[in-house]
C-alpha cells in the first residue's frame, strides 16, 4: 500500500521559517566567532596616509583630498606622533585666519592619540571606537610605527560581507522599501 502525501503550506512555511532562523544563527556564529579571532592586520586592510607632523596644513588637505582619507597619521622620526581627521579641519581649522601653506598640523592634530596594535582581534577595534567614539584608530608596530589605521567605515565594511544577502538586497531607495511585506 502507498502512502500519499499531501502538500501543506503551513509545514513547507514552518520548514522555511526553521531553515531561515537556521542560517541567521550560523551567521551569527560565523561573526561572533570571527570577531573574536581575526586580526585587524588581516581582516583589514588600509595602510593610512602617514605623513611628518610638520607637514603644512594645506598639504595635508591635498594629500587626504587626493588619496580620499579622512585622516592623517602624523609621525616624527618614523613613530606616530598624532592624528589629524577630518574633525580636526572642521572643528579647529576652518573659520580661522591661518595660512595654511606656512602652518605645520602638528598643532592642530591630536596628539598622543590611542592607538592599538595591528594584531588587536576586530572585536576590540569595535568595542574601542563606540566606547571612545572614535571614527578613526591607528594601529602601530612594535615600535610605535603606524602600519596602518581602522575607520568606522572598514569596520561596517568587514561586517557587511558577513550578511551579504541582507545587505545586497536591500530596495535601491531606502523609502520606497519593499512592495509587500512579508512576516510581521
Known amino acids: 500500500m502507498m502512502a500519499t502525501t499531501q502538500h501543506n503550506p503551513e509545514l513547507a512555511r ?3 521559517d526553521s531553515f531561515d532562523h537556521d ?13 573574536l579571532r581575526e586580526t585587524l592586520k588581516n581582516a583589514l586592510s ?5 605623513l611628518d607632523e610638520q607637514t603644512t596644513l594645506a598639504q595635508a588637505l591635498r594629500e587626504m583630498r587626493e588619496h580620499r582619507q579622512g585622516c592623517i597619521l602624523a609621525t616624527r622620526d618614523g613613530k606616530l606622533t598624532g592624528i589629524f581627521t577630518e574633525r580636526d579641519v572642521l572643528m579647529k ?20 592619540p590611542v592607538r592599538l596594535p595591528e594584531d588587536a582581534i576586530v572585536a576590540y577595534a569595535l568595542n574601542k571606537m563606540c566606547v571612545e567614539g572614535f571614527r578613526h584608530v591607528p594601529l602601530t608596530d612594535e615600535q610605535g610605527r603606524p602600519v ?6 572598514d569596520i561596517i565594511e568587514y561586517l557587511s560581507g ?7 538586497n536591500l530596495p ?12 510581521a
Open 23 to 35: 542560517e541567521e544563527k550560523l551567521e551569527s556564529t560565523e561573526l561572533g566567532s570571527a570577531l
Open 46 to 50: 588600509n595602510r593610512g596616509l602617514v
Open 148 to 153: 596602518g589605521v581602522v575607520s568606522m567605515r
Open 93 to 112: 581649522v576652518v573659520g580661522t585666519n591661518i595660512d595654511l601653506e606656512r602652518t605645520p598640523i602638528r598643532p592642530y592634530m591630536t596628539r598622543d
Open 162 to 168: 558577513f550578511f551579504p544577502q541582507d545587505v545586497l
Open 14 to 16: 514552518e520548514d522555511v
Open 172 to 183: 535601491p531607495e531606502p523609502s520606497s522599501g519593499f512592495r509587500h511585506r512579508e512576516g
